[in-house]
């Protein structure tokens, strides 16, 4: 079993910066491919970013450019660095395991999940 633990969430004007953590518990984090995720209030969860093992990533085109994600394997912790925030950013964000390492975006291909971390940007 593996615990996800996100952090770094807040209250941020828009333009502004925040830096997302996830720490994971369990040996094989290195294996694993670790997705972030958002939701916001009346809408699907949506894909945001996805790095793999080899930390080779992938983001949502409505990110790319402004979002960075990145991975310690010696601290089993992934980041999310947010970069130029808009309103349209605010949501829940999530982290989450996929141990077959697949690295999609599809949220059924994740295994394991975190209980989320609140992100709002004023504008």
């Known amino acids: 079993q593996v615990q996800l633990v996100e952090s770094g969430g807040g209250l941020v004007q828009a333009g502004g910066s925040l830096r997302l953590s996830c720490a994971a518990s369990?040996?094989?984090?290195?294996?694993?491919?670790m997705g972030w995720f958002r939701q916001a209030p009346g809408k699907e969860r949506e894909f945001v970013a996805v790095?793999?093992?080899?930390?080779?990533?992938y983001y949502a085109d409505s990110v790319k450019g402004r979002f960075t994600i990145s991975r310690d394997n010696a601290k089993n912790t992934v980041y999310l660095q947010m970069n130029s925030l808009n309103a349209e950013d605010t949501a829940l964000y999530y982290c989450?395991?996929?141990?077959?390492?697949?690295?999609?975006?599809?949220?059924?291909?994740?295994?394991?999940w975190g209980q989320g971390t609140q992100v709002t940007v004023s504008s």
């Open positions: 790095i793999r093992w080899s930390s080779s990533t």
């Open positions: 989450a395991a996929d141990k077959g390492a697949i690295a999609t975006m599809k949220a059924l291909s994740y295994d394991y």
């Open positions: 369990g040996r094989s984090f290195s294996t694993y491919a």
